[in-house]
């Protein structure tokens, strides 16, 4: 196709809508000013719930005219998103997913990963706000232990666990003991997680701190007590940063079941405020719902990166893959065993957590190593707790005022 239209741009923009508000509860979205990618990607959403051809092969056309990977905020969503909307139209999503997964784990390395989880880190607190807040409570709910067994269930290589060792060989009483079993749940990361497991044990033994590390590459729905090597000597420790989100929504209640049967001191949980899971039977809510929350997920890359970034356009294709597989793959499709990445709310997560777990209130040590945190990073960023609501708990970290991550714990 030729390059974009002036006109075609004209009548995208003249078609967004006015209001400046971005709603994050269960309303209809508001389109932010003059963001033209928002309008035509909504219809062009609905145009396929209503199975409408015509509509859907032109608004296909002009967004393909309209987007690119490589333009400004609004072409880099229309691209992405596009991607996912001619896959849902086409019924062809399971191969795009495939297709985009396998090009991703060929270029996937130790060495690559690891440089850009520390730029990301470096220029947002996006990763680092539940690191600092889940190894807070851990730290305080394990003190004075001497057998230590945390059960890591995230995909952040092993990068929260330093500061903790470090913390942990500073202890004024003896060293305790930590064993670290890691739990991996994407696909992608198998392919480096022996180096990390090396680097880790190097760490340790630099720190003085009696270390195991082990690794488990079981789906969750199908851990047991067994599988994880739990001792009864040991004091337990269950970190889940934006892994429960991978697992089916039906299987969700059975996991936590298993998180008590273990019987730890304390579960910590992270994850990105966004709702893909109590929407997922209606197309467009659930598109506009995922459009919301990659739009300030894609603003907050493009302040906090310099235009050329190399690591800025690794993210954004990590959200394509994502994007897809929530929009054009069918719900239950179990994809080389991983499940869509049906994202909930902090209320929705406080809720199946009250059913067999206690919320633990972050201590204002916590609370004020977070704020500190934040203080290292650009003007936009903040902490919120709770809403006020009974049903919530934990922090959230803002960015402009937003809720885009959450961070609880529980016994």
Same mark, same amino acid.
């Given at each position: ?101 396998? +090009?991703? @784990?060929? *270029? ?5 990963? =690891?440089? &850009?989880?520390? !730029? ?128 089916? +929504?039906? @299987?969700? *209640? ?5 998180? =008590?049967? &273990?019987?730890? !001191? ?47 356009l690794m993210l954004e294709r990590e959200c394509s893959r994502s994007i897809v ?85 529980? !016994?």
């Amino acid at each position: 196709m030729q390059s974009p239209n002036n006109n075609h741009h004209q009548q995208a923009q003249n078609s967004s809508h006015t209001s400046t508000t971005r709603s994050s509860d269960s309303g209809e979205p508001s389109a932010p000013n003059n963001k033209w990618a928002f309008t035509l990607l909504k219809e062009c959403a609905k145009a396929i719930s209503d199975k409408d051809s015509a509509k859907i092969h032109h608004l296909l056309w002009m967004l393909n005219e309209l987007a690119s990977p490589y333009g400004d905020c609004d072409q880099k969503l229309a691209s992405y998103f596009l991607q996912a909307l001619f896959s849902k139209a086409t019924e062809s999503g399971q191969r795009c997913y495939k297709t985009l997964t396998s +090009v991703a @784990e060929k *270029s996937h390395s130790f060495d690559s990963a =690891r440089k &850009l989880i520390l !730029k990301f880190q470096e220029v947002s607190p996006w990763t680092t706000f539940g690191h600092v807040a889940a190894n807070g409570a851990i730290l305080e709910a394990l003190d004075g232990e001497k057998n230590l067994h945390i059960i890591d269930i995230s995909n952040t290589l092993c990068t929260q666990w330093p500061t903790l060792l470090e913390s942990l060989a500073t202890r004024t009483d003896e060293t305790p003991h930590l064993k670290l079993t890691v739990v991996v749940t994407a696909s992608i990361v198998k392919s480096v997680i022996k180096e990390i497991g090396q680097r880790m044990e190097k760490f340790a033994r630099l720190m003085g701190v009696p270390f195991e590390f082990h690794v488990r590459s079981d789906y969750l729905g199908e851990l047991t007590k067994e599988k994880l090597c739990v001792s009864e000597d040991e004091v337990i420790a269950i970190n889940c940063i934006g892994a429960l989100r991978r697992v089916a +929504v039906e @299987e969700r *209640s059975s996991v936590i079941e298993l998180f =008590r049967s &273990l019987n730890p !001191k304390v579960v910590t949980i992270v994850e990105e405020e966004a709702d893909f899971s109590s929407n997922r039977d209606d197309f467009v809510k659930c598109f506009e719902e995922c459009l919301r929350f990659y739009t300030l997920y894609f603003e907050m890359l493009e302040e906090s990166f310099m235009p050329t970034s190399n690591e800025r356009l690794m993210l954004e294709r990590e959200c394509s893959r994502s994007i897809v597989r929530v929009l054009a793959c069918e719900l239950e499709e179990n994809i080389e065993g991983e499940c869509a990445e049906r994202r909930e709310k902090g209320s929705q997560w406080s809720e199946r957590m009250k059913a067999a777990f206690s919320p633990v209130g972050f201590s204002d040590d916590v609370v004020d190593d977070v704020k500190a945190l934040l203080k290292r990073y650009r003007a936009g960023w903040g902490l919120m707790q709770g809403d006020g609501h009974e049903d919530q708990t934990g922090l959230y970290l803002t960015w402009k005022e937003e809720a885009v991550v959450w961070a609880s714990a529980w !016994k």
